[in-house]
């Protein structure tokens, strides 16, 4: 069974940064689309970033601030974020999945596996 723990979230002022890392266990993902979705409250889980062998996906409201990154001898996907907003507080969680997609309105598709997440609270 495929499980995925994240790491790395916590309070941040509004312009820092943090560093989330998700570690996976119970099978080698390195054909699997990785990624990072949130979910703020009352609002949808949204894709923020997916990373696969050949592309990167990254959703609008984060582009040129979050970078995905994945370490395939790890396991593990990372999630660096810069220049932190407040309407980036959110639940953050780590997700694998075999066959993912998206569409033009950023829904996400084919996800298999999810981590319980981990709270980021930027401060203004």
């Known amino acids: 069974q495929v499980q995925l723990v994240e790491s790395g979230g916590g309070l941040v002022q509004a312009g820092g940064s943090l560093r989330l890392s998700c570690a996976a266990s119970?099978?080698?993902?390195?054909?699997?689309?990785m990624g990072w979705f949130r979910q703020a409250p009352g609002k949808e889980r949204e894709l923020v970033a997916v990373?696969?062998?050949?592309?990167?996906v990254t959703g609008d409201s984060v582009k040129g601030r979050f970078t995905i990154s994945r370490d395939n001898a790890k396991n593990s996907v990372y999630l660096q974020m810069n220049s932190l907003k407040p309407e980036d507080t959110a639940v953050y969680y780590c997700?694998?999945?075999?066959?993912?997609?998206?569409?033009?309105?950023?829904?996400?598709?084919?996800?298999?596996?999810w981590g319980k997440g981990t709270l980021v609270t930027v401060s203004s």
């Open positions: 997700a694998a999945g075999r066959f993912f997609s998206y569409d033009s309105a950023y829904r996400y598709y084919g996800m298999d596996y």
């Open positions: 119970g099978r080698t993902l390195s054909g699997y689309a």
């Open positions: 990373v696969e062998s050949w592309r990167v």
